[in-house]
């Protein structure tokens, strides 16, 4: 009743559509096993997907197994993204930028789609945390792009307003790659064909509800 209320599974349900894969072909991984958790780990088994739960507390994974999911600890996130299809994030901290972190070269871009209020914004307040950035974190709709200072910087660009190679530049977009900063960029599908040509790292984020985001 959870999920259909917060219809926690109709993104699901369409983005395997379009990946042309069901249900039970695909490996799933649900962060957290609280209520929200627990309710979308039991309907995704029900529908005969391979779910697997990673949570920091070893009685919720303990809880995991006996509902017959499988469980792993959430310290293991870097190994357990690359063996899923699809992430789905019922935990309010931003855990999976820490863990991505782990595998971020300098000169990394990470291209966000998502629609407003999805929390493209608050994913790269967990990726400034982690790299150790000092300045405080926050939208660049109007700055088009932010730059936070620390050991691992991050250059931090909204792409609404950009469409061309030459915006790109002009807003230092390939200046900040080529300086090995870590650069994230929301509303990348603005500029999709030529972020590609940079091989950015791919983020989807939906709203599911209030405090919960379904990230692939």
């Not at 349900?13 to 979308?40: C, H, M, N, P």
């Not at 309907?43 to 009685?59: I, P, Q, S």
């Not at 940079?198 to 509800?209: A, G, T």
């Amino acid at each position: 009743r959870d999920v259909e209320r917060s219809r926690g599974l109709g993104d699901v349900y369409k983005r395997q559509q379009l990946r042309r894969r069901t249900i039970w072909e695909s490996d799933f991984l649900v962060l957290g096993y609280g209520r929200i958790g627990r309710a979308v780990a039991r309907r995704l088994d029900l529908l005969g997907g391979h779910t697997t739960v990673a949570a920091r507390n070893a009685v919720q994974r303990a809880n995991a197994r006996c509902a017959g999911h499988r469980a792993a600890p959430l310290d293991r996130l870097p190994v357990l993204l690359a063996k899923h299809d699809t992430v789905i994030n019922t935990i309010p901290a931003p855990v999976l930028p820490r863990a991505l972190l782990q595998q971020l070269p300098g000169g990394a871009l990470i291209a966000f789609t998502g629609g407003l209020g999805a929390g493209k914004t608050a994913f790269c307040q967990g990726l400034a945390e982690g790299l150790g950035c000092t300045d405080p974190v926050s939208s660049p709709t109007f700055a088009i792009v932010n730059y936070y200072r620390g050991p691992r910087p991050l250059a931090h660009f909204d792409l609404y307003r950009i469409h061309t190679e030459n915006d790109l530049a002009a807003a230092g977009f390939y200046d900040y790659l080529d300086m090995g900063a870590v650069v994230a960029c929301e509303w990348s599908e603005n500029c999709a064909d030529l972020l590609e040509q940079e091989q950015p790292i791919h983020i989807h984020i939906d709203r599911v509800d209030e405090t919960t985001r379904k990230i692939t």
